[in-house]
């Protein structure tokens, strides 16, 4: 089998076997993204030096007997994440030359347990958006269909782990930017409970939403690389201080007696049809492994999108802030005076999506509008929060779509925010509650790929990583490769 | 005017907001140190530079500090606080906003008492303290065309102490600053350097006719870092709202600033031009949650605090009220009083002669504060000591302490080298005392013929004979009975 194919944990296996080197293994996959990622755009920078120089120290390590638990793996960080001496852009020409000069957590932890890093991918701007099309650096494409969009925010992480770049990679999601996306590329796309993986490192887009998370294409290797992010760090205020788990040790366990819920409002009319006959299917596989369903009711999930678009923005609003071209990032030249500096530097440096969630996020929470908008939103959130937890009373994971439809086309939706922003229906409910979530392939429409959503309990991975691996070993979904990138 | 009433009838209203930089060694978000007078962004790291990623996580150390304040003003010390963000841009914020607290602060319902003009006391109340970061500042000196910024102050820990409008005049807005400024020096919470800015305020004022219930447009004065100042910029602005209206003018809300240079205030920005800050929960912090055992603990830590140190010094060591009161308006000079009589066995109350006397005067002429005395507390007690075993006179005292400021040496070593040490030996005196009256027969026949006065002379001769080192009671003693005949 050819390198590239093979997923994390068996590329682990083949290393530990001596089957083939970190830095054989590193060039074979720098040599596929410098031929094949022109089609994508799925990188704002390939590292080929330092991960060459990372898997070299990674085959010495394991000559010694030693290494971490992703000694040697190759991974590709979502350019939101900070890292020492290479560019970090999110994606914006605000920061199109800054260069970090430090490593976010999730980036030494990752660097500790062994891992070359291919590169930086590219991703919508500051994480804003859900087609990769809002990138200053243009859009990322979809390898199962060029001319349709991966997904976003995390599209170009998404693409990569598809168009087998990488078996991993690391993401963020606000309000589905890791599972919309690996829903729309047939990857597996894991967003842990909030608090789980530390947040310092990661340029906040809305902090009481974002979450680290994994990108990879089976469950086991999500659980391996969770293991390895997920932990608590005395650098983020709001990461819980509670033992990781060994994500691997139950995956291999029944899911006979699993009680899975079903939201109603998900199969409704917004729902693509054939869509929806996949997702249907995929629960029929998880009833025939013994898994048990039920209908739960989340009453106000319908409010999840209208909730999100007033906190997410609010919070962006003030988090944008400190791009104001004095310390670092785009300065816009020759200002006249402070208000033109501001002005320019902010209007030039931030693309459309950015400013204008910065303008609703300023409406919101406007003196004489906060009550209305703001406060109303966090009151919303709690209800859903609750709709969540009196649910899992009664269902160890709710399952569903992970979007409305397949991928759609680069283009379509970019005049239309509504109609984008509905693409996170299903997913958002999930960033408002803090819960863990998880979208894994469960077939294709017309030959577009198509995930099933499954959201558990706060601390819940265990679970979603289980289901997710029992089924992935009924099914092959996750094995189809794009025919561009066999 | 006094206690209030301006000379045409109009009560002045004011409420202060004080800004104490708390004495933390590392800022409120940050590891950074909090030293004051560094090289410009030498003690700014990535998070006080707002970098991206980086995440505040809260120096446990302010919220004791502020708990400690709430306890010292017996207010309501929050049991879950929230910090919140104020955004707004300028150049010396890193982050566009600032972190504080707005609906949920750390203390509130407090209240502090001063001495009217009266001389009653008064109660103050404090609406609230909140605990905040500090910004940084910006840099014009040296600098051609272009600005700079230094952000060594930026997340720099503050209390901001907001009063009621319980103020009626200039000076009870000083004393209640003062006391203000006392007790956070006592708590040690702040330095209180108001020269570098770590203890400063902004006052509201606003004038009504006598008897009006309700309050006048009230003026903020910005950023007044003296005693005298804001006395000073009180007084004016109050001067000026009263003028306005017996003009036929109004007085609008604004943000003034005092000019010390011109003593006159100046509009700064208007209501309609002031910031809308969008206040919101900081999504990165969690809520300060404090428990009543925490609380406890920081009340039995707690400094014995100004009012009741005096009471102490009253009951216990008897002295007079306005001593004790001297005595103890700061912790270091409390501490050094007490230095001093835990080193000797005279009375506390002539310590506390010494201390308010010739110590405080060869201080203030030396412009030093108590801590850089040039006589320690254990120095000046061999001197009370010398006094007290009649070593020396307490007038040769006066002469042996300026001695000793002037690095002289202990008591023991000044006396002896000048040999002061006072004649107590009765038979000296007496010849002494012999010589006088045959020296001086006419005053000796006035005396005894009742003029008693005289006796003043006598000693005066006495003394001077003896270079003033003979015991006075003695000296009187042995005149009165050699005059008698």
């Given at each position: 089998m050819d390198i590239h194919l093979k997923t994390l944990t068996e590329l682990a296996a083949g290393l530990e076997n001596g089957d083939f080197s970190s830095v054989a293994l590193t060039e074979a996959l720098l040599d596929r993204i410098a031929s094949l990622d022109d089609k994508l755009n799925a990188f704002v920078t390939v590292t080929g030096p330092e991960a060459l120089a990372a898997a070299a120290r990674a085959d010495e390590v394991r000559k010694s007997g030693k290494g971490g638990l992703l000694n040697g793996l190759p991974i590709i960080h979502k350019d939101i994440f900070c890292t020492r001496g290479v560019k970090t852009t999110c994606g914006s020409k605000m920061l199109e030359n800054f260069i970090s000069p430090y490593d976010a957590t999730v980036v030494e932890k990752i660097a500790a347990a062994g891992a070359v890093v291919l590169g930086k991918s590219n991703m919508d701007e500051f994480a804003m958006g859900s087609s990769n099309e809002t990138s200053y650096f243009g859009p990322v494409r979809n390898p199962w269909k060029l001319e349709c969009s991966p997904g976003g925010s995390s599209g170009g992480s998404a693409a990569s782990v598809a168009a087998r770049f990488a078996p991993a990679a690391t993401g963020t999601d606000t309000g589905g930017s890791i599972r919309q996306p690996a829903a729309l590329t047939g990857t597996v796309g894991l967003k842990p409970t909030y608090g789980r993986v530390s947040r310092y490192g990661m340029v906040a887009f809305a902090s009481s939403l974002d979450q680290a998370g994994v990108i990879t294409r089976s469950s086991e290797d999500a659980a391996r690389l969770l293991g390895v992010m997920a932990g608590f760090d005395e650098?983020?205020?709001?990461?819980?201080?509670q033992p990781v788990p060994d994500y691997l040790a139950s995956i291999g366990d029944s899911i006979k007696g699993l009680r899975v819920g079903i939201v109603r409002q998900h199969f409704d009319a917004g729902l693509d049809q054939q869509t929806g006959v996949r997702v249907k299917d995929a629960i029929a596989v998880l009833e025939s492994m013994g898994a048990t369903t039920l209908e739960v009711d989340l009453p106000n999930i319908d409010l999840s999108v209208p909730t999100y678009y007033v906190v997410a923005p609010a919070e962006c609003s003030s988090n944008m802030s400190r791009f104001d071209g004095v310390r670092f990032g785009y300065r816009a030249d020759d200002a006249e005076d402070l208000l033109d500096h501001y002005c320019r530097s902010r209007g030039e440096g931030f693309g459309d999506e950015v400013k204008r969630r910065i303008m609703t996020g300023t409406y919101v929470l406007s003196a004489g509008y906060y009550d209305a908008y703001y406060l109303k939103a966090q009151r919303v959130r709690q209800l859903i929060a609750d709709d969540f937890r009196q649910a899992f009373a009664d269902v160890d994971l709710i399952v569903g779509p992970t979007a409305p439809s397949p991928a759609f086309k680069l283009g379509d939706k970019v005049d239309d925010p509504i109609q984008m922003y509905l693409n996170d229906i299903y997913t958002i409910g999930a960033n408002l509650a803090g819960l863990p979530a998880m979208s894994v392939p469960c077939g294709f429409v017309n030959d577009m790929p198509v995930g099933l959503h499954l959201v558990g309990p706060h601390f819940g991975e265990e679970t979603l990583l289980r289901c997710g691996h029992q089924y992935q070993q009924q099914t092959d979904w996750h094995l189809a490769c794009p025919e561009t990138f066999k | 005017m006094s206690a209030g009433v301006s000379k045409s009838g109009w009560e002045v209203v004011i409420g202060l907001e004080i800004h104490a930089q708390l004495a933390t060694k590392s800022k409120i978000f940050s590891g950074s140190s909090t030293a004051y007078g560094a090289d410009p962004n030498t003690q700014a790291n990535l998070v006080d530079l707002g970098y991206p990623g980086v995440l505040p996580v809260l120096n446990k150390e302010v919220v004791r500090m502020a708990t400690m304040l709430g306890l010292a003003i017996n207010a309501t010390v929050a049991r879950r606080s929230v910090f919140a963000r104020k955004n707004y841009f300028y150049p010396d914020l890193p982050k566009g906003y600032q972190i504080s607290q707005l609906e949920l602060p750390i203390v509130e319902h407090g209240e502090l008492y001063i001495t009217d003009a009266n001389g009653n006391e008064k109660c103050i109340g404090v609406t609230r303290a909140h605990l905040e970061e500090d910004a940084g500042k910006s840099i014009h000196e040296g600098l051609d065309a272009s600005s700079g910024i230094d952000l060594n102050r930026a997340g720099t820990p503050l209390l901001e102490i907001v009063s009621e409008p319980d103020l009626r005049s200039a000076k009870e807005a000083v004393a209640y600053m003062k006391k203000m400024h006392t007790i956070v020096r006592y708590l040690g919470i702040s330095d209180g350097n108001m020269a570098e800015g770590s203890f400063r305020c902004d006052a509201n004022v606003s004038v009504r006719p006598m008897g009006q219930e309700e309050l006048g447009t009230r003026a903020e004065l910005k950023n007044l870092n003296s005693f005298r100042f804001i006395e000073r910029a009180i007084n004016i602005e109050v001067e000026r709202q009263i003028d306005l209206i017996e003009d036929g003018g109004t007085v609008v809300q604004e943000t003034r600033l005092y000019d010390s240079d011109k003593d006159e205030t100046r509009s700064m920005r208007s209501k309609e031009e002031a910031n809308d800050y969008r206040y919101f929960p900081d999504p990165d912090l969690l809520p300060v949650e404090i428990t009543d055992e925490f609380i406890e603990a920081v009340r039995k830590s707690m400094p014995e605090l100004p009012a009741e140190k005096q009471t102490r010094f009253i009951d216990e060591y008897r002295l007079k009220g306005d001593d004790a009161s001297i005595l103890t308006a700061s912790r270091p000079l409390a501490d050094y009083f007490e230095a001093v009589i835990a080193a000797t066995d005279a009375s506390p109350q002539i310590a506390a002669n010494w201390v308010i006397g010739d110590l405080a005067g060869a201080l203030n002429r030396d412009g030093l504060e108590i801590a850089d005395s040039k006589v320690t507390a254990g120095e000046l007690a061999g001197l009370v000591n010398r006094i007290h075993d009649n070593t020396i006179s307490g007038k040769i005292a006066k002469q042996v302490f300026e001695a000793m400021w002037d690095g002289e040496g202990s008591a023991d070593d000044v006396i002896e080298s000048k040999g002061l040490k006072q004649i107590t030996d009765s038979s000296a005196i007496e010849a002494v005392v012999d010589k006088i009256i045959a020296e001086n027969s006419g005053q000796v026949a006035e005396y005894r013929a009742g003029?008693?006065?005289l006796i003043g002379f006598f000693v005066g001769k006495v003394m001077q004979e003896t270079k003033g080192q003979a015991n006075p009671g003695q000296v009187n003693k042995i005149l009165k009975d050699k005059l008698k005949g």
């Amino acid at each position: 089998m050819d390198i590239h194919l093979k997923t994390l944990t068996e590329l682990a296996a083949g290393l530990e076997n001596g089957d083939f080197s970190s830095v054989a293994l590193t060039e074979a996959l720098l040599d596929r993204i410098a031929s094949l990622d022109d089609k994508l755009n799925a990188f704002v920078t390939v590292t080929g030096p330092e991960a060459l120089a990372a898997a070299a120290r990674a085959d010495e390590v394991r000559k010694s007997g030693k290494g971490g638990l992703l000694n040697g793996l190759p991974i590709i960080h979502k350019d939101i994440f900070c890292t020492r001496g290479v560019k970090t852009t999110c994606g914006s020409k605000m920061l199109e030359n800054f260069i970090s000069p430090y490593d976010a957590t999730v980036v030494e932890k990752i660097a500790a347990a062994g891992a070359v890093v291919l590169g930086k991918s590219n991703m919508d701007e500051f994480a804003m958006g859900s087609s990769n099309e809002t990138s200053y650096f243009g859009p990322v494409r979809n390898p199962w269909k060029l001319e349709c969009s991966p997904g976003g925010s995390s599209g170009g992480s998404a693409a990569s782990v598809a168009a087998r770049f990488a078996p991993a990679a690391t993401g963020t999601d606000t309000g589905g930017s890791i599972r919309q996306p690996a829903a729309l590329t047939g990857t597996v796309g894991l967003k842990p409970t909030y608090g789980r993986v530390s947040r310092y490192g990661m340029v906040a887009f809305a902090s009481s939403l974002d979450q680290a998370g994994v990108i990879t294409r089976s469950s086991e290797d999500a659980a391996r690389l969770l293991g390895v992010m997920a932990g608590f760090d005395e650098r983020d205020s709001t990461s819980i201080d509670q033992p990781v788990p060994d994500y691997l040790a139950s995956i291999g366990d029944s899911i006979k007696g699993l009680r899975v819920g079903i939201v109603r409002q998900h199969f409704d009319a917004g729902l693509d049809q054939q869509t929806g006959v996949r997702v249907k299917d995929a629960i029929a596989v998880l009833e025939s492994m013994g898994a048990t369903t039920l209908e739960v009711d989340l009453p106000n999930i319908d409010l999840s999108v209208p909730t999100y678009y007033v906190v997410a923005p609010a919070e962006c609003s003030s988090n944008m802030s400190r791009f104001d071209g004095v310390r670092f990032g785009y300065r816009a030249d020759d200002a006249e005076d402070l208000l033109d500096h501001y002005c320019r530097s902010r209007g030039e440096g931030f693309g459309d999506e950015v400013k204008r969630r910065i303008m609703t996020g300023t409406y919101v929470l406007s003196a004489g509008y906060y009550d209305a908008y703001y406060l109303k939103a966090q009151r919303v959130r709690q209800l859903i929060a609750d709709d969540f937890r009196q649910a899992f009373a009664d269902v160890d994971l709710i399952v569903g779509p992970t979007a409305p439809s397949p991928a759609f086309k680069l283009g379509d939706k970019v005049d239309d925010p509504i109609q984008m922003y509905l693409n996170d229906i299903y997913t958002i409910g999930a960033n408002l509650a803090g819960l863990p979530a998880m979208s894994v392939p469960c077939g294709f429409v017309n030959d577009m790929p198509v995930g099933l959503h499954l959201v558990g309990p706060h601390f819940g991975e265990e679970t979603l990583l289980r289901c997710g691996h029992q089924y992935q070993q009924q099914t092959d979904w996750h094995l189809a490769c794009p025919e561009t990138f066999k | 005017m006094s206690a209030g009433v301006s000379k045409s009838g109009w009560e002045v209203v004011i409420g202060l907001e004080i800004h104490a930089q708390l004495a933390t060694k590392s800022k409120i978000f940050s590891g950074s140190s909090t030293a004051y007078g560094a090289d410009p962004n030498t003690q700014a790291n990535l998070v006080d530079l707002g970098y991206p990623g980086v995440l505040p996580v809260l120096n446990k150390e302010v919220v004791r500090m502020a708990t400690m304040l709430g306890l010292a003003i017996n207010a309501t010390v929050a049991r879950r606080s929230v910090f919140a963000r104020k955004n707004y841009f300028y150049p010396d914020l890193p982050k566009g906003y600032q972190i504080s607290q707005l609906e949920l602060p750390i203390v509130e319902h407090g209240e502090l008492y001063i001495t009217d003009a009266n001389g009653n006391e008064k109660c103050i109340g404090v609406t609230r303290a909140h605990l905040e970061e500090d910004a940084g500042k910006s840099i014009h000196e040296g600098l051609d065309a272009s600005s700079g910024i230094d952000l060594n102050r930026a997340g720099t820990p503050l209390l901001e102490i907001v009063s009621e409008p319980d103020l009626r005049s200039a000076k009870e807005a000083v004393a209640y600053m003062k006391k203000m400024h006392t007790i956070v020096r006592y708590l040690g919470i702040s330095d209180g350097n108001m020269a570098e800015g770590s203890f400063r305020c902004d006052a509201n004022v606003s004038v009504r006719p006598m008897g009006q219930e309700e309050l006048g447009t009230r003026a903020e004065l910005k950023n007044l870092n003296s005693f005298r100042f804001i006395e000073r910029a009180i007084n004016i602005e109050v001067e000026r709202q009263i003028d306005l209206i017996e003009d036929g003018g109004t007085v609008v809300q604004e943000t003034r600033l005092y000019d010390s240079d011109k003593d006159e205030t100046r509009s700064m920005r208007s209501k309609e031009e002031a910031n809308d800050y969008r206040y919101f929960p900081d999504p990165d912090l969690l809520p300060v949650e404090i428990t009543d055992e925490f609380i406890e603990a920081v009340r039995k830590s707690m400094p014995e605090l100004p009012a009741e140190k005096q009471t102490r010094f009253i009951d216990e060591y008897r002295l007079k009220g306005d001593d004790a009161s001297i005595l103890t308006a700061s912790r270091p000079l409390a501490d050094y009083f007490e230095a001093v009589i835990a080193a000797t066995d005279a009375s506390p109350q002539i310590a506390a002669n010494w201390v308010i006397g010739d110590l405080a005067g060869a201080l203030n002429r030396d412009g030093l504060e108590i801590a850089d005395s040039k006589v320690t507390a254990g120095e000046l007690a061999g001197l009370v000591n010398r006094i007290h075993d009649n070593t020396i006179s307490g007038k040769i005292a006066k002469q042996v302490f300026e001695a000793m400021w002037d690095g002289e040496g202990s008591a023991d070593d000044v006396i002896e080298s000048k040999g002061l040490k006072q004649i107590t030996d009765s038979s000296a005196i007496e010849a002494v005392v012999d010589k006088i009256i045959a020296e001086n027969s006419g005053q000796v026949a006035e005396y005894r013929a009742g003029k008693d006065k005289l006796i003043g002379f006598f000693v005066g001769k006495v003394m001077q004979e003896t270079k003033g080192q003979a015991n006075p009671g003695q000296v009187n003693k042995i005149l009165k009975d050699k005059l008698k005949g």
